[in-house]
Structure formats: structure tokens, C-alpha cells
């Protein structure tokens, strides 16, 4: 069997959307029987090593059936970048940011809703829920749920 291919996806801090993102990409890989296919991390452009999931994420993710309470957050790296096969972003900013660091990785890097097509498309961004209450956590929650599964069903 072939190594399975990393996928990472990318946003600031590493302690809200690309967690959410993560677990929600993982477990509907699962779901469709490809979690030997590909593995699932997440990184922040300015991540600070260590910092757990937010509250709002962690409370956003209990609801759905998935944990984040044991998240640590993860900066960018060149190392993650170099073993991604495929790296989403949460924003145009964020991709912006992984190509303008490691512009070898170009060709690899997509903001979600490029890479999930239609009914997202190029200019479908993630808002970042960091402050915001729960219900704002869930909203975004909801919203990386519906372009994750577009995603699962692409790969």
C-alpha cells in the first residue's frame, strides 16, 4: 500500500479553524473508508506552540461528536509544508502567506472553497470565530463542516 498523503490546512493561530477544519476532515475521510489514503494536521501563521483550541472551537466540535481538547496548535513550518501533498487555507491571506514563505509549495496550496468548487469557489473565505460567542463558533463550525465534506468527496 501506498504512504498516505498528508493534507494540512492552515490559518492564524491554529486554535480555531484549522482545528475545527482538521477534525472535521479527518473524521469524514473516515466515514468514507480513506483514512489510509491521507493524514490530517493543522499549522498557524502565527501560531505560539502550544496554545489549546479555544473554548468556542473545542464547545463548536463537542456538538458535532469530535474532540479538540487535546489540540495543541502548531506553527507553520517549512518541514509541514515540505511533506504536504495538499494544503488548504482558511483565506486568501493564509495562502498568500504559505506561498510568500515557501513559494516551492505554490503549486500545492488552495483556499477551501478553490478546492471545493462549487457552491464555495475562489473568493469563499472562513471568518475567523476568535472572541466571538458560541453561537459564531458553531455558524463557522457548520460552514467547515458543509466544504469539508465537498473536499472528502473530491479525494
Not at 19 to 24: D, F, G, K, T
Not at 36 to 56: L, Y
Not at 86 to 94: G, V
Request: aromatic share 8%.
Amino acid at each position: 500500500m501506498a504512504e498516505p498523503r498528508p493534507i494540512l490546512l492552515v490559518c492564524t493561530g491554529n486554535t480555531c479553524r484549522s482545528p475545527m477544519a482538521e477534525a472535521l476532515l479527518r473524521e469524514a475521510l473516515h466515514r468514507r473508508g480513506l483514512s489510509e489514503h491521507f493524514t490530517v494536521a493543522s499549522a498557524g501563521t502565527a501560531a505560539i506552540p502550544g496554545a489549546a483550541a479555544t473554548d468556542g472551537a473545542i464547545e463548536a466540535m463537542d456538538a458535532l461528536g469530535l474532540s479538540l481538547t487535546d489540540h495543541r496548535s502548531s506553527p507553520l513550518t517549512y518541514d509541514a509544508v515540505n511533506a504536504a501533498w495538499l494544503i488548504l487555507t482558511m483565506t486568501r491571506d493564509h495562502k498568500l502567506a504559505v506561498i510568500n514563505r515557501y513559494p516551492e509549495a505554490a503549486d500545492r496550496v488552495y483556499t477551501l472553497g478553490e478546492f471545493a468548487g462549487e457552491p464555495f469557489g475562489r473568493d469563499w473565505e472562513v471568518a475567523d470565530p476568535f472572541g466571538g460567542s458560541a453561537k459564531v463558533y458553531a455558524a463557522t463550525a457548520a460552514e467547515l463542516e458543509r466544504v469539508v465534506q465537498h473536499i472528502a468527496d473530491y479525494l
